[in-house]
Structure formats: C-alpha cells, structure tokens
C-alpha cells in the first residue's frame, strides 16, 4: 500500500528528488513576508512597527 503525504510532505519529497535545495531559502522568505502581511492584516499595527524600522 502507498503511503499518504500531504502537499508538504510531497514538496519535500521533490525536493530531496530532484535535488534543488535551493528553493528552500525562497519558500522560507517567502512564508516570512507572507506572516508579515498576514500579521500586519490582522494586528492591525502591532508588527507595523518592524516594518517600518526596517525598510
């Protein structure tokens, strides 16, 4: 019998496949800004202020 995976476990899989290990950093920044949007959505202010020290 197959064993199940989930999207995740399936990108992974790809991953260690095809050896581009390089897409790891881009999927990580990617979920960062992506918090950082959602957070700032939400909060309504309350990470605003690393955005804007940042940037």
Do not use: C, Q
Not at 22 to 50: E, K
Request: net charge positive; charged share 15%; proline share 2%.
């Amino acid at each position: 019998m197959a064993k199940r995976r989930g999207i995740i476990g399936e990108f992974f899989l790809f991953i260690k496949e095809h050896k581009s290990y390089w897409l790891v950093p881009l999927i990580v920044i990617f979920l960062i800004f992506a918090a950082l949007i959602v957070l700032t959505n939400i909060g309504g202010g309350a990470i605003s202020w690393l955005m804007y020290t940042t940037w």
